[in-house]
T-cell receptor, first 109, second 111 residues
């Protein structure tokens, strides 16, 4: 079945550095969703992108959807220790919700 | 408002014993329902999803089964647990292609 590939698997940064995680698909995505899972917690929805080339911002987080709707990225500017967790992208196919492998972010104070 | 209940939070079961995890949703009708498993430090593996009562789609051949006896109830079961069934089990719901909401999860340890 269709898979969403996410890289990198792990990212260790110093507090204040930027962070980016990428999702790629071999086929066109109908939408892309982003979730954050804190250590020991459950995934929490962050945002959904549906339009080609769409860019959305939430404070220090910037989400992009590629022009061909085959890739997406999440960029965090000036990371803080509260950003620690695993970030997942996902495609909701209207019945089937498929997640990327996730990027685990650790932030060193 | 919508809420999702998943229980128990933790469970320790011996190998060969049965399993039943229940998930219920409140405040919405005809949701899509999902069961995921997450191994330690790993991603979310979709086990089952359901778009309606009695409609179950299985994603991965395994020792587990799912049922949806009511619109807002989703049950994950096993007749005989294996050591490899240990993990963090998450139930979730969504409406069509909108955001998904997750339960608190059940941490299952098979010993």
């Amino acid at each position: 079945g269709q898979q969403v590939m996410q890289i990198p698997q792990y990212q260790h940064v110093q507090e204040g550095e930027d962070f980016t995680t990428y999702c790629n698909s071999s086929t066109t995505l109908s939408n892309i969703q982003w979730y954050k899972q804190r250590p020991g917690g459950h995934p929490v929805f962050l945002i959904q992108l549906v339009k080609s080339g769409e860019v959305k911002k939430q404070k220090r987080l910037t989400f992009q959807f590629g022009e061909a709707k085959k890739n997406s990225s999440l960029h965090i500017t000036a990371t803080q220790t509260t950003d620690v967790g695993t970030y997942f992208c996902a495609e909701n196919q209207g019945g089937k919700l498929i997640f990327g492998q996730g990027t685990e972010l650790s932030v060193k104070p | 408002s919508q809420t999702i209940h998943q229980w128990p939070a933790t469970l320790v079961q011996p190998v060969g014993s049965p399993l039943s995890l229940e998930c219920t949703v409140e405040g919405t009708s005809n949701p899509n329902l999902y069961w995921y498993r997450q191994a330690a430090g790993r991603g979310l593996q979709l086990l089952f999803y359901s778009v309606g009562i009695g409609q179950i789609s299985s994603e991965v051949p395994q020792n587990l089964s799912a049922s949806r006896p009511q619109d807002r109830q989703f049950i994950l079961s096993s007749k005989k647990l294996l050591l490899s069934d240990s993990g963090f089990y998450l139930c979730a719901w969504s409406v069509q292609k909108t955001e998904a909401f997750f339960g608190q999860g059940t941490r299952l340890t098979v010993v």
